[in-house]
């Protein structure tokens, strides 16, 4: 009985597995055929196939496109009969997959000097504990962008100071003279770097700089308090897009939305903070391709030919000119056509201050204890030195918990 | 002789029915033009100290209102009449309700002669008397079709105003430079009335002082949303900009084993979403093995899945607004249409 409920047991676990792979790379494909999981629009996914095409014909490379690619990666990512042999991802899961043993580091995947044309950004963002795990493709940051009809050119902010006056005399009647998603983790960073403090450190402390981390939430509360209580990406995205809001700190997602809804769209350098003389400093994404272990070590020549084609400019300006991507390559800014838009340019502008987000594992829960700590002073009224307290014993807690 | 003569006769038939072919072709227009010609009487009210920025709401019998939305058409002041107030209303009114701050205060139902004018006085409770004499001797302003003119202006504008003029003749619609002064209503927006007739605005702020206006703009003769943007720009809509879209209707039918069904919508490229977390809200089932639920009208990508989320279409691009019907096949085949299978 015992051993029928074994097989039985067995037969499910794989029936499920075969569920979540769908078409997998592994041992069952041949060594020339690829499968790259990603969660890309199609016009970048497009790009990639276009050019894969010309630059590395002989491989058989197919794109399947995952909603919820980590969780499935969790659960199938050490079996290679189910797993796909790469993916393209943001790089900030990189900790969290290298702990788990299913990343091939890709040094010697890739020659040396490709990378060297890199942002220094971009390899910071795909490099852990000392180890390159992504051949980075592209970035994303958050921008500063404005209602070119009601910001006029000399009202365009260049300190933080200059923003409050600005939102102090624009802000009533129903709209707002700047709108962020102020009281979330990913957006309040900025102000976070600004202070020159942060949220987690590569060792995996959470809020090294204690000052400058309640030094950044009583600043940025004066300008909170210009800004709506709501602050879903929702509300914030459509104040915008409905020019409620004359201005905002926002995705390169937005731009096309933006231009669709007739918006005057200006980009502008992020504001710096007058106490500091340092400017905002969004985090940044960087989307690069990813190798699992078993096509590292069963399909090498074909994932070092594919990341060859991969490292070299002309994809990098494909992506651009297809759909707005910031290269990582920096010799992909030389192009004509890319060095002309403005959206890629005020991008690669950013990288400079830009800072990538943590890929450590650690950084999973200073999302939702920094977000906590967020609702409490913004949105609560809680005084900011108890809720610091309170957020750093539950970070230390939950980090403790995790190892 | 038989021949010629029918000959004939389908010519002279032909040649009758010329001109009532043309005429056929025209009754359209002359009905639109004898729509906006219905008969207007007057409608005057004496109202009490207290009751501001007096309306009128009015309908007939048969329960035909003459106005869309409560609390009605904004009455006008009577030049140099306290309290006195008018408004006109088409000829087929029986029963007014005279009401005032933003519809908070009203009279009673007051039955009125269709087609005749009537003079309102209303008391400080909710009574009032109606009678064919008139309240005064000043003379009531002709009818003149208006049209309601809203603006969103700079946050620097504390008053604003709106001159209006027919072009190219120069009829100027107020009196003297910089004409009506719009009354601040919901959301940001100021309102006034104009006549029909004008074609060009000028809207203005604070007086009109350092140039504070827009350019000459040329409008249609249709209630309008003007916003004036800070560098004096300026967009002209005919439907309310704020008017929120409209839920629509997702139909959907999935294979058996997909067990209780969701919907995952969103706004592309922007990634607006309209459920809070994935895999979004559940579809209720009905009749014909048919799934629905309502989503925001501006969502243009929709996800349905099934089993916890385990099992799903791939990303499907919808039209803004428009009800639909998927028929999901497979998880790789799902077939979209606006118009029930």
């Given at each position: 009985m015992k051993r029928c409920l074994s097989i039985l047991l067995a037969l499910a676990m794989l029936l499920a597995l075969a569920a979540c792979g769908g078409e997998s790379g592994g041992d069952?494909?041949?060594?020339d055929e690829l499968v790259i999981w990603h969660d890309k629009e199609d016009a970048v996914i497009q790009a990639l196939q276009d050019y894969l095409a010309q630059a590395a014909p002989e491989l058989k490379i197919t794109f399947e496109k995952k909603t919820s690619l980590t969780d499935s990666l969790k659960l199938v990512g050490n079996d290679p009969s189910a797993a796909p042999d790469l993916f393209i991802f943001a790089h900030d899961k990189i900790g969290v997959f290298a702990e788990m043993g299913i990343l091939s580091p890709i040094g010697g995947l890739v020659d040396a000097a490709a990378l060297e044309d890199m942002l220094p950004m971009t390899l910071d963002a795909a490099t852990y504990k000392d180890t390159l795990y992504q051949l980075p493709l592209y970035f994303e940051t958050l921008l500063f962008m404005y209602n070119q009809r009601y910001m006029l050119p000399d009202s365009v902010p260049a300190t933080t100071g200059e923003l409050l006056s600005y939102m102090q005399a624009n802000t009533g009647r129903g709209r707002y003279g700047f709108v962020e998603q102020h009281s979330t983790a990913y957006y309040s960073a900025a102000w976070i770097h600004g202070f020159?403090?942060?949220?987690?450190?590569e060792n995996g402390?959470?809020?090294?700089?204690a000052g400058a981390v309640k030094d950044a939430l009583a600043y940025h509360l004066k300008f909170v308090r210009l800004m709506?209580?709501?602050?879903?990406y929702n509300t914030v995205n459509t104040l915008f897009l409905e020019g409620k809001a004359d201005a905002t700190i926002g995705g390169p997602w937005m731009v096309p939305s933006a231009r669709e809804a007739g918006i005057k769209l200006g980009i502008a350098p992020m504001p710096t903070v007058d106490a500091t003389g340092m400017p905002l400093a969004p985090y940044s994404g960087v989307q690069g391709i990813h190798v699992l272990k078993f096509a590292a070590e069963n399909k090498t020549e074909a994932v070092k030919e594919l990341l060859a084609a991969l490292a070299d400019p002309a994809i990098g300006v494909s992506l651009a000119l297809a759909s707005g991507c910031a290269p990582?390559?920096?010799?992909?800014?030389?192009?004509p056509q890319v060095a002309e838009d403005e959206l890629v340019q005020a991008m690669r502008a950013t990288a400079e201050i830009a800072v990538p987000m943590?890929?450590?594992?650690?950084m999973d829960v200073m999302w939702t204890v920094t977000g906590n700590l967020l609702t409490d002073v913004?949105?609560?009224?809680?005084?900011i030195d108890a809720s610091f307290d309170a957020a750093l014993a539950q970070a230390n807690d939950l980090i403790s918990a995790m190892k | 002789m038989k021949k010629t003569v029918a000959v004939f006769l389908a010519l002279v038939m032909c040649l009758t029915l010329l001109p009532l072919t043309a005429l056929a072709a025209e009754a359209p227009a002359e009905e639109a033009e004898e729509a906006e010609q219905v008969e207007m009487v007057a409608i005057v009210a004496k109202v009490p100290a207290g009751w501001e920025d007096p309306c009128l709401w009015a309908w007939a019998?048969?329960?035909?209102?003459?106005?869309?939305?409560?609390?009605?058409e904004e009455m006008d002041p009577m030049e140099g009449e306290e309290g006195l107030y008018y408004c006109y209303v088409p000829a087929f009114v029986q029963n007014v309700i005279v009401n005032a701050n933003k519809g908070t205060m009203q009279t009673d139902a007051i039955a009125v002669e269709a087609g005749e004018t009537a003079w309102i006085t209303v008391e400080q409770t909710i009574t009032a008397e109606t009678s064919a004499?008139?309240?005064?001797e000043t003379e009531i302003p002709e009818y003149v079709k208006k049209i309601k003119v809203h603006a969103y202006v700079p946050?620097?504008?504390?008053s604003v105003n709106l001159w209006a003029w027919a072009d190219p003749?120069?009829?100027?619609?107020?009196?003297?430079?910089?004409g009506l002064a719009l009354k601040e209503e919901d959301r940001g927006w100021f309102t006034g009335k104009i006549p029909a007739w004008a074609n060009r605005i000028i809207v203005s702020g604070?007086?009109?002082?350092?140039?504070e206006k827009t350019e000459d703009v040329t409008i249609e003769p249709e209630e309008l949303w003007i916003t004036v943007y800070n560098d004096l720009t300026y967009d002209v809509a005919?439907?309310?900009?704020?008017k929120a879209v409209e839920d629509v209707t997702v139909h959907a039918q999935v294979p058996?084993?997909?067990?209780d069904p969701c919907c995952w919508a969103w706004s592309a490229p922007?990634?607006?979403?309209?459920?809070?977390?994935?895999?979004g809200e559940a579809l209720t089932a009905e009749d014909g093995g048919w799934y629905t639920i309502q989503v925001p009208g501006w969502i243009n990508s929709v996800i349905i899945n099934a089993n916890e989320g385990s099992v799903q279409t791939s990303d499907l691009a919808v039209e803004p607004g428009s009800e639909l019907w998927i028929t999901v096949t497979d998880a790789e085949n799902a077939q979209v249409a606006y118009e029930a299978p």
């Open positions: 069952a494909a041949g060594a020159g403090g942060s949220i987690i450190d402390t959470p809020f090294p700089d709506p209580g709501e602050t879903e990582a390559n920096e010799k992909c800014y030389d192009d943590p890929n450590i594992p650690e913004n949105l609560s009224g809680k005084d | 019998d048969d329960g035909t209102n003459a106005f869309e939305a409560w609390p009605g004499e008139a309240l005064t946050l620097a504008w504390e003749d120069g009829t100027n619609a107020f009196d003297t430079w910089p604070n007086e009109g002082e350092d140039d005919y439907e309310d900009p704020d058996e084993d997909w067990a922007d990634g607006t979403n309209a459920f809070d977390a994935w895999p």
